[in-house]
């Protein structure tokens, strides 16, 4: 089951995660304090003598961090210590930003040796709860019971979510064959057809009706669907259905008139302002941030390839409204390592990248100099990869939607980034292409600060990097 919060899809098993994750946090200064202070004192951890400020803080920079490191994201892939390594990561990072906060603001501050003892039980208050979520609650309890009105090719589409965390939403009730569907899916998984669909849906609990018929001049149930949605059943087109769970808009199943039609695609001017403060104010800042980085970056390069080899690459990428610009990296590869009038995709340990470049590409370091171009509006923090006029014009030949990409601003990181390794290739350009339109579709301020606080997980732990 999920809940929509502006246009965030939250699965409900891990926004309740992170509700008890929270109140553990805020709970964490209060027991440190009580360990170190003394149980008749506690309030008296901060000069001011209330301790529910610095609990709050705490507890908002562990949930903020945890999310940053992918612990509340159903894509999330990390074995046992991987899990244990970002808990640990999520209470450091949540206690370094505290400490900040408490800098600024020495009332509601707390010792070291508090806000260290904090750091350690938020930790294990986070591990602990995760543990216990696994073993205690029954997630099934949060899925939607999904009934699906067709068993055609397009019904069939839905097969393909094997893996539990593809499911983590939603429980398949089974497939109803329509009037011309071919019937695609294994018989184990087909339920007859009543003569009430609405009362059948009753009586199997069913909380959703998934439209999926091949071909809809044929036999469709208006009025069957109309009670079933004025009893309160949701009625979905399989497209927002698979939208919504699976992160991504599915060109195999997708109509012209669901994007005509349906809801998403805004670009309102005061969003278009919001986005753009935005840009501004981050680039400017990260810019100075990282002037130290990208002067050691400058010195690795010269230090490799000689004091004459260039450093920045520059090269035409494919912007907003399918305007050219040049978009600027530091160079991780050789110099040669195209032929002019050449374009290559970039392959996993491509030999032409230096030993420089590895660890450039490695950490993002290279992708730094894109903040100017991100400061003089040609691209924006976040957003679809820009891609090479080259490859654009043979793309937008070869896959339907592709130039609706470029109705926004390229970005340095996106949602495709997160969801989607390195594309390489035609066919990994139709799947990064699917989630970008999710993007585009969905957009916003909020979804925009979600996307960047993700970023920190993919950069941290090197994902997609090539």
């Not at 990561?89 to 009332?107: I, K, R």
């Not at 899925?143 to 589409?157: D, E, F, I, M, T």
Request: hydrophobic share 50%; proline share 5%.
């Amino acid at each position: 089951m999920s809940i929509r919060f502006f246009q965030l899809f939250l699965k409900v098993p891990v926004v309740l995660l992170a509700a008890i994750e929270g109140a553990l946090f805020f709970f964490a200064p209060y027991l440190a304090s009580a360990i170190l202070v003394g149980p008749q004192d506690v309030a008296g951890a901060t000069p001011s003598g209330n301790l529910v400020p610095t609990a709050l803080v705490f507890s908002i920079f562990c949930v903020a961090s945890n999310f940053a490191f992918g612990l509340y994201t159903t894509r999330q892939r990390a074995g046992t210590v991987g899990l244990m390594i970002r808990v640990a990561a999520g209470a450091l990072n949540g206690a370094a930003l505290s400490a900040l906060v408490f800098y600024a603001v020495p009332a509601i501050a707390i010792s070291r040796e508090v806000l260290a003892v904090t750091a350690v039980a938020a930790a294990l208050f986070s591990a602990a709860a995760r543990a216990l979520f696994d073993r205690i609650v029954d997630q099934d309890t949060f899925k939607s019971r999904v009934l699906v009105y067709g068993a055609g090719q397009r019904a069939a589409s839905l097969l393909e979510l094997r893996r539990r965390t593809d499911q983590r939403g939603f429980k398949l009730v089974g497939f109803m064959a329509t009037e011309g569907d071919k019937v695609s899916v294994p018989d184990d998984k087909l339920v007859a057809r009543p003569d009430d669909l609405l009362h059948w849906a009753r009586e199997h609990a069913v909380d959703e009706i998934v439209v999926s018929m091949d071909d809809r001049r044929r036999g469709f149930p208006v009025l069957e669907l109309l009670d079933c949605r004025m009893a309160g059943i949701d009625i979905l087109e399989l497209p927002t259905f698979l939208e919504r769970e699976t992160g991504k808009v599915r060109l195999d199943v997708l109509n012209p008139s669901w994007i005509i039609f349906g809801e998403g695609f805004r670009n309102s001017i005061v969003q278009r302002g919001l986005e753009r403060g935005l840009d501004v104010v981050a680039s400017a800042v990260l810019l100075i941030l990282s002037a130290p980085i990208m002067l050691l970056a400058v010195i690795a390069i010269k230090i490799e390839d000689g004091w004459r080899a260039p450093v920045l690459y520059r090269q035409s990428r494919v912007g907003r409204y399918n305007e050219n610009f040049d978009i600027v990296k530091f160079r991780s590869m050789r110099q040669d390592a195209e032929k002019p009038g050449e374009a290559i995709w970039a392959t996993r340990d491509d030999p032409r990248v230096t030993r420089v470049g590895a660890i450039m590409r490695k950490t993002r370091i290279d992708e730094l100099p894109q903040l100017f171009a991100v400061l003089r509006g040609d691209m924006s923090f976040v957003g679809p990869r820009p891609e090479r006029p080259e490859f654009v014009a043979r793309l937008e030949q070869q896959i339907p939607y592709y130039r609706e990409r470029h109705t926004v601003k390229p970005g340095i990181t996106g949602w495709a980034q997160l969801c989607y390794p390195y594309g390489a290739s035609d066919k990994d350009a139709l799947e990064k292409l699917q989630y970008d339109l999710y993007y585009v579709k969905n957009r916003s301020l909020l979804f925009d600060l979600a996307i960047l606080l993700q970023t920190v997980e993919v950069v941290l732990w090197g994902k997609g990097a090539r």
